[in-house]
């Protein structure tokens, strides 16, 4: 199997104030050391992001988007940002299609995949948000419902990142248990498969939802893990850090 580095992103939502940016000089002082190993990257709002870029200047850390506009090219679209605009501010990936746009902002897996392919003719890399409610999981639909996701909402492309990111998981206390994020990593992988025959091999499937300091070595050692998608954790350096120090890859 192709080999992955290890990717632990951090979503800062729409939290922080420019000074939140000295988070990252913090992080890189304590993860410095293990960058080789693992790619470490925050996703700041976006009118932070230049900063954010400039303020990773002189460590391994990336910066990535939190969304882009569907349209690759300039065009009116008041309020977009297209992810040609971001590459040029120094982002590197972006998040498309999380549970809470897919909710707030009623996006669908369409929508999410012109996103995907607009970041990539972009030369950003889209981490794929896929995902059920706890209704659809108590209804047994996991594999119904995250299978349609990663095959509508992805490109038909090997340079994407997906991540897992139970909808019910996000901004709790409860995770799912370890057998059943391996479940799933396996079906978004043979999913991935359907198109992508042995290059699905090469796609990062994160984990997300509610991974902190506690638990994210038990989730980083589940099989088919190849990193996370934190949020709250990811606001503060010492928090972060210590995600990215848990990864067997830091060791
Ligand atoms: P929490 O880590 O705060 O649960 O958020 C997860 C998430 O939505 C990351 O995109």
């Known amino acids: 199997m192709a080999a992955r580095k290890p990717l632990i992103a951090g979503n800062w939502k729409m939290y922080g104030r420019s000074a939140a940016l000295g988070e990252i000089p913090a992080l890189w002082a304590q993860v410095g050391g293990v960058a080789g190993a693992i790619d470490a990257l925050i996703c700041p709002p976006a009118p932070y992001i230049a900063a954010a870029r400039q303020a990773a200047a002189a460590t391994g850390v990336q910066i990535g988007a939190q969304d882009c506009s569907p349209a690759a090219d300039d065009s009116a679209r008041t309020g977009e940002v297209n992810a040609a605009m971001l590459a040029d501010v120094g982002a590197r990936y972006v998040i ?21 392919e607009a970041a990539l003719a972009a030369g950003l890399t889209p981490i794929v948000c896929v995902g059920e409610t706890l209704a659809e999981r108590e209804a047994g639909r996991v594999a119904e419902v995250v299978g349609a996701q990663v095959r ?9 990142v997906v991540a897992y990111e139970p909808v019910w998981a996000i901004g709790g206390a409860s995770t799912p248990t370890i057998p059943e994020i391996e479940e799933v990593h396996h079906l978004i992988r043979e999913t991935l498969a359907e198109r992508l025959a042995g290059e699905a091999n090469g796609v990062r499937i994160l984990y997300g939802g509610s991974v902190g300091p506690k638990n994210a070595a038990e989730i980083f050692a589940a099989m088919g893990v190849d990193g996370a998608l934190v949020g709250r954790a990811s606001l503060k350096a010492a928090d972060f850090a210590a995600i990215i120090l848990s990864h067997p890859a830091a060791k």
């Open 96 to 116: 498309v299609g999380h549970s809470e746009r897919r909710t707030l902002h009623a996006e669908s897996n369409d929508l999410v995949r012109h996103k995907a």
């Open 152 to 160: 509508e909402s992805t490109p038909a492309d090997a340079r994407i």
